[in-house]
């Protein structure tokens, strides 16, 4: 799937994803693989970034976050961290970064 994003994070990735979904309970968990290109915060270039997470419905529960190490190109050369993502109740998914850049 390809993904667009707005605000401090500008950009498109692509994303390699995939889930076990239990609709009668509305259990499930998903693993996703993205490769970002575009801007964070002030600086250009790409990296990749992994996450996961157990949904339950109305939630989500064991996140797990990273921007792989050693990703990092352009003046995202560098870039460590994690992060994370929140759906709101329309589906909107919001997704941050906290990260660091080897000057």
Do not use: C
Request: hydrophobic letters at 35%.
């Amino acid at each position: 799937m390809d993904k667009q994003y707005e605000g401090e994070v500008v950009g498109r990735s692509a994303t390699l994803f995939t889930a076990a979904f239990d609709q009668s309970t509305g259990m499930g968990t998903y693993v996703a693989m993205e490769s970002f290109e575009g801007t964070l915060g002030a600086r250009r270039g790409a990296f990749n970034f992994a996450h996961s997470a157990r949904t339950s419905g109305e939630g989500r529960e064991n996140e797990f976050f990273v921007i792989v190490p050693g990703s990092g190109t352009g003046e995202l050369a560098g870039i460590t961290g994690s992060g994370g993502i929140a759906v709101d109740t329309d589906g909107t998914h919001r997704i941050w970064f906290d990260y660091d850049l080897d000057e």
